[in-house]
């Protein structure tokens, strides 16, 4: 244990066959993305121009399970860096806030959305909003959806990783990591994603499964984690109350309004294609999320001093063998690389097709603008939040859950029932609620109560209130 350091340059432990091995991980991605474009030109030859563009954004709806299963897989976990630091802080109050309520939320909808959602046949989340609700909602959902699916915590992820990797400021890593996986996103579309997703699925999984395996043979069981944390570590809780706890339950329930989720079950082939596809994603979801706390809970035993952002990366890289170094390094690369693709093309899409005017629709030139628009937007927002992820989550969950997530679960379970307007007072009642509370103080009681509680508050409030007012108002 004393040969593991707390700080390091992690390039110089890289030998000649870990860069080769990294390398060979990359190429391997560079050629499914080619080979995503290929399959796209070849059957752009035979379809027409609305055809293409439904192609470019959910694959022609013929999205197959292992496809459906290892895109969606990928796509959830860029934020490795995020979860490792929270894990490293704090335990398994990581596996709690951000696995098991998310794994209540895929289950939730799997068996009780999926099937409403293909119905509507939409191609889009606003599109869907509009399809249940009306246009007003769909242009509201649209902006919300936009800052929801900014890829700022991932863009830190990605900066964070090249900069322990190649040294650096943060700023020039995130600039250069943002325009390589922008120009890939453009040229293939979304089958480029989901083929890239395919290969990085199979590192990332493998690649801190092997971290996790190699902790346990070297240092031991639980037993030797237990000797070397505090208590709290093994706390549902940490050493945070219950209260905030169950705020990320909230959150976590915002990915029933998330487009990554939608996006992938309208371009299922059939609903029994989604549902088995998120069931079946949902247990590997949680194994790699016992990899991960764990693997980052071995890092805080072995290197208590590590920069608590970079501690996995800096324990992993001396504990992994060379060669093995190189895959570990490819696989945690890949992990963040698979959800900025996604991230970036579902802010682009709703930039260039759910916020335009409708003459403007279907054009291939303004969603590759809106993927570069949208690349710039993230670095910038990363600056915004210095760099913080877990900051990042919140603040973005927070509005989310409080603003959308309500209205459309009412509008689930009460097809029709809920008007236009209703659904846009109601959110922007909530989003006001959110962003009063985040910017004045408390005191007392109050001081413990989040912002999160009181945005779902405000938004109930707007939803009972509108059917009371006379019409004239409405």
Not at 83 to 109: C, D, E, L, R
Not at 295 to 319: D, F, H, T, W
Request: hydrophobic fraction near 50%; proline fraction near 3%; charged fraction near 10%.
């Amino acid at each position: 244990m004393n040969t593991f350091s707390n700080q390091l340059d992690v390039s110089k432990l890289l030998t000649p066959l870990d860069w080769t091995i990294f390398t060979i991980v990359l190429l391997v991605t560079a050629a499914s993305v080619i080979f995503g474009n290929r399959k796209k030109k070849a059957e752009a030859k035979t379809n027409s121009e609305e055809e293409n563009f439904l192609d470019l954004l959910i694959m022609g709806r013929k999205l197959t399970l292992p496809l459906f299963i290892g895109t969606l897989v990928a796509t959830w976990y860029g934020g490795i860096i995020g979860v490792t630091q929270i894990a490293f802080n704090k335990g398994i109050y990581n596996f709690v806030t951000q696995g098991a309520f998310w794994y209540i939320s895929y289950i939730v909808f799997a068996l009780f959305i999926v099937h409403k959602v293909q119905a509507y046949k939409a191609v889009t989340l606003p599109n869907l909003i509009e399809k249940m609700f009306g246009k007003k909602s769909s242009i509201l959902c649209g902006f919300f959806n936009f800052f929801n699916v900014l890829p700022i915590a991932y863009v830190i992820s990605l900066g964070l990783f090249l900069k322990v990797l190649f040294g650096g400021s943060l700023v020039f890593n995130m600039v250069m990591g943002v325009g390589f996986v922008v120009l890939y996103s453009m040229w293939g579309g979304f089958r480029a994603v989901v083929f890239s997703d395919i290969i990085q699925f199979i590192v990332m999984c493998s690649a801190v499964a092997i971290v996790l395996i190699l902790s346990i043979s070297q240092f031991g069981g639980l037993q030797f984690l237990e000797a070397n944390l505090p208590g709290s570590y093994f706390s549902p809780t940490g050493d945070e109350g219950w209260a905030t706890t169950i705020v990320w339950g909230f959150i976590a329930m915002s990915t029933l309004v998330d487009p990554n989720f939608y996006q992938r079950c309208f371009a299922a082939e059939s609903p029994r294609t989604a549902k088995r596809g998120i069931l079946i994603s949902t247990f590997i979801w949680f194994l790699f999320d016992i990899c991960t706390t764990f693997g980052a809970m071995y890092a805080k035993a072995v290197i208590p001093e590590a920069e608590s952002s970079q501690a996995y990366i800096l324990y992993a890289a001396q504990l992994m063998p060379s060669g093995l170094r190189g895959f570990m390094l490819a696989g945690l690369l890949a992990t963040i690389l698979s959800t900025i693709d996604s991230y970036l093309f579902i802010a682009g899409t709703t930039l260039s097709y759910d916020l335009v005017p409708k003459k403007y629709k279907g054009k291939v030139a303004l969603h590759h603008l809106s993927i570069v628009i949208v690349g710039a937007i993230a670095v910038v927002m990363a600056l915004v939040f210095d760099g913080n992820i877990k900051s990042v989550w919140k603040t973005l969950g927070s509005y989310s859950a409080a603003c959308m997530l309500l209205p459309v679960i009412y509008g689930y379970l009460f097809p029709t029932k809920i008007k236009d307007l209703q659904f846009v007072a109601a959110s922007i009642f909530g989003a006001i609620a959110v962003t009063y509370w985040r910017n004045t103080s408390h005191t007392g009681f109050w001081n413990n109560v989040d912002e999160l509680y009181i945005g779902i508050l405000a938004t109930t409030l707007g939803l009972l209130i509108f059917p009371l007012l006379p019409k004239k108002q409405r």
